[in-house]
């Protein structure tokens, strides 16, 4: 492993920003993760910055439009609520106020419908047929998604 690791060839930051345009116009980028792309190919603090930037301004890579589109990608294919999709755009390290936007990007309705369509996917009967610890497992199931626990808790409690 170590081998591999220094056979590894640099790019220089001319190539790297080429890559890097490629690598933005795949698929929408959080800042971070391009930045460590570029520290991956062996470039410095002071070019990765400057690429950074070369970047923003050919609008390669718009933080906004990341953090809406990777809410709404995740809230839509995986299903995932609110505060996981939160809690991944913070480990990318989006600002909070992107954040909020891009929840926001979530239509309320859709989102009352996502949750559900999980409640139904997961149970074969319905909820007030339920013992309190088949509850209890379907709230810990859509925690787990993401949800909101006073949203799941009138869920689970409004069949009753």
Not at 23 to 31: G, S
């Amino acid at each position: 492993m170590d081998e591999y690791r220094k056979q590894k060839k640099t790019l220089t930051p001319l190539q790297a920003k080429a890559k890097a345009e490629n690598y933005c116009a795949y698929q929408e980028r959080a800042q971070q993760e391009v930045r460590n792309k570029l520290y991956e190919w062996g470039l410095h603090q002071k070019e990765v910055e400057n690429i950074i930037v070369q970047l923003i301004e050919d609008n390669f890579l718009n933080e906004e439009r990341f953090a809406k589109v990777y809410a709404l990608g995740k809230f839509r294919m995986k299903g995932w609520g609110k505060i996981k999709i939160k809690q991944h755009l913070k480990a990318k390290n989006v600002s909070e106020p992107l954040i909020r936007i891009a929840l926001r990007e979530i239509n309320p309705d859709e989102y009352d419908k996502k949750i559900k369509e999980t409640i139904e996917k997961r149970l074969n009967k319905p909820i007030k047929k339920l013992s309190f610890t088949e509850k209890s497992k379907l709230a810990v199931y859509l925690q787990s998604k993401g949800f909101e626990n006073d949203i799941i808790f009138e869920k689970i409690n409004q069949t009753m």
